[in-house]
């Protein structure tokens, strides 16, 4: 089945006893047991869930992957994975990392003897510097947040491979329609659901999916001992949003790619941030390892202030100043103030970060009106 298909077939069945065609919203926390221990296979929501499991079997179907589940936020679906771990062992991950990811390792899983690395992923010898027999699991994120920088997966992948340690990338900003990472030798494929696949800004989840049956029985017993799962009606959301996720890429990548240029020509702008240009120093990486470019771009303004950012910022009026990202209204946001309001500022220069880096997650509406806003935002 090709992916177009997948998003809106894959892993879904019309309901058995009634002939819908939409997956229903099994609002029940249980189930009827027949005798002790005799059921359908559901015995309580947090463990399984019909609409649940026609959602996880789906995103696993998005990836090419055998396995899927569903958390009640990336961050959820983060904390899961770092939960595979125990005291002394090592992670290595990108110093151009989403705020969320930085504040749970940093501020969360260092109290439990877990320790982190932050490199730059575009530099293969910083990160074997990093890998020791301690080592379990390398994290990637790509293309990253906000820099649009690209990590290659394959190369990283074979590190993880000789140093014995799962490769887990954050496909958030890409969404498997752009990228499966499973495919460059990726173990694990995190999600943010909130974003691109469910792409209409009215839910917040998250997921996970492998191929491994060892990780599938060790995750799932995460999943249901912590209890970090969605509920139905969420994943009916979902799997609604998914069936156009393919449609939605497409013009993400259409208007984004105009955004981009009219942006690169812009005088007042010092710098685009957006993987599909030439000149962008991992573009063949990017060209190779995605299907397209996407809709997420960062840029800078010559003056280099906070101030001007902001003044951009909150003249727009179809860029709608929020966090998030994916869904199919344009958003603008401002790393430095906000989603990266976490890291230190040090740590943000360190990592190219600059004060009037303003990001934009170019939606879908018309392509002339996102241009004409900012142009009238930006003077
Ligand atoms: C939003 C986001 C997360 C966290 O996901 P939530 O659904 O907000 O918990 C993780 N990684 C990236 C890249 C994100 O954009």
Redesign the pocket.
Known sequence: MKFNTKTIHAGVHPDPATGAIMTPIYQTSTYAQSAPGEHKGFEYSRTHNPTRTQLQDNLAALEGAKHGLCFS??????DAVVKLLAPGDEVVSTNDL?G??YRIFTKIFEHYGIKFHFVDMGNLDEVKKCINAKTKLIWA?TPT?PLLRIVDIEAISAIAKEAGALLCV?N??ASPYLQNPMKWGADIV?H????YLNGHSDV???ALVFDSDDLLERLSFIQNSCGGTPGPQDCFLVLRGIKTLHLRMQRHCENGKAVAHYLANHPKVSKVYWPGFESHPNHDVATRQMNDFGGMMSFTLHGDSIEEAHAVISKTKLFTLAE??GGVESLSGHPASMTHASIPKEEREKAGLKDSLIRLSVGIEDVDDLIEDLAQAIG
């Open positions: 936020s990336g961050m959820a679906a983060i989403y969320g990811s994120e947040n954050d958030t900003f995190m943010s659901v909130t974003k917040v989840m998250g998030s990202l």
